[in-house]
T-cell receptor
Framework: NAGVTQTPKFRVLKTGQSMTLLCAQD?????MYWYRQDPGMGLRLIHY???????AKGEVPDGYNVSRLKKQNFLLGLESAAPSQTSVYFC??????????????FGQGTRLTVV | TQLLEQSPQFLSIQEGENLTVYCNSS?????LQWYRQEPGEGPVLLVT???GGEVKKLKRLTFQFGDARKDSSLHITAAQPGDTGLYLC????WGGGNKLTFGTGTQLKVEL
């Protein structure tokens, strides 16, 4: 059981380039999330999805787009990368039965450097 | 705006010492969780607390949810080098749409 898988694990981009980060989960979870992690700031939510075909903005959505065409996949796109987007990106998924707390399962992260 | 503030930000202690990490907010949460993250890995859930005043124990780790559901603490007894890592609290709010707000993190290093 792979859980949450992110690709790639590392990437270096030049300012202005575009790329897509891929996230796949095999737990049949409805909810998926993209976070970025920067020193001293914990994890900040970029975008999230409550189900196939739906997406919503999180805390820091500017400069990013997402798509969830299939339940198991959640894609994060950077159309024109900027140095401020240098960060470690984490994908997560969750399953929250009614009346129970949301518990997130994370991928291993993608370390992105924009030069 | 960071809704959850953790303290201390960094903690370096010797094996066998006790420590407490705090997670504070002015907001009320329906549940609060603690995660541990090791270098190069994603966070892994340690515990979820859902009732104000609740205390949960996981071996040498004790987690408490504040009575007002605005804060939480993590206490480690007799710390070991294997406890080294980044500890993150995360809160879920009622009507928050299954979203978690993460704290600023506490980097713990336990030395021999």
């Amino acid at each position: 059981n792979a859980g949450v898988t992110q690709t790639p694990k590392f990437r270096v981009l030049k300012t202005g380039q575009s790329m897509t980060l891929l996230c796949a989960q095999d737990m049949n979870h409805e909810y998926m999330y993209w976070y970025r992690q920067d020193p001293g700031m914990g994890l900040r939510l970029i975008h999230y999805s409550v189900g196939e075909g739906t997406t919503a903005k999180g805390e820091v959505p500017d400069g990013y787009n997402v798509s969830r065409l299939k339940k198991q996949n959640f894609l994060l796109g950077l159309e024109s990368a900027a140095p401020s987007q240098t960060s470690v990106y984490f994908c997560a998924s969750s399953y929250s039965p009614e009346g129970r707390a949301t518990e997130a399962f994370f991928g291993q992260g993608t370390r992105l450097t924009v030069v | 705006t960071q809704l959850l503030e953790q303290s201390p930000q960094f903690l370096s202690i010797q094996e066998g010492e006790n420590l407490t990490v705090y997670c504070n907010s002015s907001s009320v949460f329906s549940s609060l969780q603690w995660y541990r993250q090791e270098p190069g890995e994603g966070p892994v859930l340690l515990v979820t607390v859902v009732t104000g005043g609740e205390v949960k124990k996981l071996k040498r780790l004790t987690f408490q949810f504040g009575d007002a559901r605005k804060d939480s603490s993590l206490h480690i007894t007799a710390a070991q080098p294997g406890d080294t890592g980044l500890y993150l609290c995360a809160g879920e709010r009622w009507g928050g749409g299954n979203k978690l707000t993460f704290g600023t993190g506490t980097q713990l290093k336990v030395e021999l």
